[in-house]
């Protein structure tokens, strides 16, 4: 499975952008897929993902913020930001996995495909 995230950009505080993902060899149905970000110095973190397309979870501080969502038919996920604060400049990635069970969707290491990253920078 492929993976191509894309949609990032600059911003100011407040503003909204939409990331998208687009996988490529293999349907996007039988995945689990979800978004992880990664800032300078830090750790990839958690930020949203569904389970089998009837659960999302999402990291606490984007909760109410952004929006996750999926097109089976268009084999792509959308990861909706909207006010987009400072501490959300990251990279942020998507990914993919077969067999992440419920207890481990927030687990970087239960995901086997990644994308290569779209650039978020949220800046006055």
């Known amino acids: 499975v492929q993976l191509q995230a894309s949609g990032g950009g600059l911003v100011r505080p407040g503003d909204s952008l939409r990331l998208s993902c687009v996988t490529s060899g293999r349907p996007l149905s039988p995945y689990t897929v979800g978004w992880f970000r990664q800032a300078p110095g830090k750790e990839r973190e958690f930020v949203a993902a569904?389970?089998?397309?009837?659960?999302?979870i999402y990291e606490d501080s984007v909760k109410g913020r952004f929006t996750f969502s999926r097109d089976n038919a268009k084999n792509t996920v959308y990861l909706q930001m909207n006010s987009l604060r400072p501490e959300d400049t990251a990279v942020y990635y998507c990914a993919a996995g077969p067999s992440v069970i419920r207890s481990s969707l927030a687990s970087a290491s239960a995901y086997a495909y990644w994308g290569q990253g779209t650039q978020v920078t949220v800046s006055s």
């Open positions: 569904t389970f089998r397309g009837a659960y999302t």
